[in-house]
């Protein structure tokens, strides 16, 4: 079962539509196709860049597209019942037992309130996670109704994720708008976030940096 046979799975487009549903209702930033499609892209790049091999690169774009159906169940601890559910899918798939815990435990550990980079796999997760900010996932389009997490995500008009040549560091490189949103206020929210994708980094034996409108902040 490959990335690709996955995305086309009509219960698991279904469950990605729900938990986005979901979302917008409580007001939350986009976390739909566009969102779990580029997490995915960015996990397999960390991980193909590094060396891994295919079905590996594989198995984490697949985890990449899944880590946030549990958003369909609560919004709270999101991590764990979309892993539970992830669990099911992929069993009922016929996935191996293996690659099955290698998804289950990178989809439990990618968010900041309770994640851990407790492997290689997640580590890759939480950082293709972590550095999808961009001013197309706000839905408000009434820029007087933004809270903090619109205006910070509005404020960013490029992301980007890169691994140096030498393969030593992680570099999310983000050139912010500052009519929108501050650097401090990008902090505030995502804090957490960046001390998690440092760990992850580390992980993966990189160090973390962020470089904010060509200024390094970590």
């Known amino acids: 079962m490959t990335y690709n046979e996955?995305?086309?799975?009509?219960?698991?487009?279904d469950y990605i539509t729900a938990a986005d549903a979901s979302l917008a209702a409580l007001g939350f930033t986009e976390h739909s196709f566009a969102h779990v499609t580029a997490v995915a892209q960015k996990a397999g790049y960390i991980l193909e860049t590094l060396g891994y091999d295919n079905r590996t690169v594989e198995l984490v774009k697949i985890a990449g597209y899944?880590?946030?159906i549990g958003n369909l169940v609560n919004r709270i601890e999101h991590s764990q019942s979309g892993a539970v559910m992830a669990f099911?899918?992929?069993?009922?798939?016929?996935?191996?037992?293996e690659e099955i815990a290698d998804i289950v435990t990178a989809i439990g550990n990618?968010?900041?309130?309770?994640?851990?980079?407790?492997?290689?796999?997640?580590?890759?997760?939480?950082?293709?996670?972590?550095s999808d900010v961009r001013r197309n996932r706000v839905r408000n389009i009434e820029e007087k109704n933004f809270d903090i997490h619109d205006r910070v995500n509005y404020s960013v008009t490029s992301a980007d994720l890169n691994i140096g040549e030498?393969?030593?560091?992680i570099t999310l490189t983000l050139?912010?708008?500052?009519?929108?949103?501050?650097?401090?206020?990008?902090?505030?929210?995502?804090m957490a976030r960046m001390l998690l994708c440092r760990?992850?980094?580390?992980?993966?034996?990189?160090?973390?940096?962020?470089?904010?409108?060509?200024q390094i902040l970590l």
């Open 199 to 214: 760990k992850a980094a580390e992980k993966l034996g990189l160090q973390f940096k962020l470089v904010i409108n060509n």
């Open 110 to 130: 990618h968010d900041e309130g309770t994640g851990v980079p407790v492997s290689e796999f997640a580590a890759a997760l939480i950082l293709a996670d972590k």
């Open 6 to 13: 996955i995305k086309k799975n009509k219960a698991i487009k």
């Open 175 to 190: 050139a912010i708008d500052t009519k929108y949103g501050s650097v401090m206020d990008y902090f505030e929210i995502f």
């Open 166 to 169: 030498d393969k030593k560091a």
């Open 66 to 68: 899944l880590h946030d």
């Open 88 to 97: 099911r899918i992929l069993d009922n798939l016929g996935f191996d037992s």
